[in-house]
């Protein structure tokens, strides 16, 4: 717990003192309205950082089973969303939904998001990707709380850094055997028994 507090103050540091190497998404907004792109000033306007932890899968049953493990993941795809009750409305910029690729290269970089919206809880979903496809087939990780984060910026001039759980589903195992029927036929038999 103490290595990724001191993680978090040195995130935090880097950020204020504007020397952050982080993958950088863009400026958003809720609803249609455009946003330019941020620009560095001495004031925040709502940052927030994400470490995107991966668990693997569960336990495999044989040997032959292998369950998802973070060398399979292609690609990380994050869609941020607000949080207005129990309503999710996804944050768009440009007519878009914003989302952030991250490649397997970078699942150990932190990412940021800027130009967000002061006192108002977001909600970033993280789906892991097995090939380059985003198909249903491709999705690896779970598409429930164990997934996203809800991360809540309160004031514009300081970055929130949190951890992005990502949990990969379980490898079930499917196994098939053939098996042969053999019927034997009977016998018949006679006993003779003697009355007394």
Sequence with gaps: MRCWLGLGRVLVGMLVA?????????AVSSGGGQVAPSVRTSAFQGVMVLL????????ALQALVTPWSRQDIHHLVLRLSILAGPDEQPVRQDGEAVR????????????????LR?????????????TEREGAEDLISVDD?????DV?????DRPIVTLL???LRDTVFSGEATAGI??????????QETLS
């Design 100 to 115: 952030r690729v991250i490649t397997a290269a970078q699942l150990s970089d932190p990412v940021a998001f800027r130009g």
């Design 145 to 149: 709380p164990r997934s996203w984060a």
């Design 52 to 59: 995107p932890t991966v668990a693997a899968g569960g336990l």
């Design 18 to 26: 504007g020397a952050c190497g982080c993958a950088e998404a863009p």
């Design 182 to 191: 053999r019927i034997e036929e009977g016998v018949y038999t006679t006993v």
């Design 118 to 130: 002061p006192r108002t809880t977001y909600r970033v979903r993280a789906y892991a990707y097995r």
């Design 152 to 156: 809540v910026i309160d004031r514009e």
């Design 165 to 167: 759980p990502v949990k």
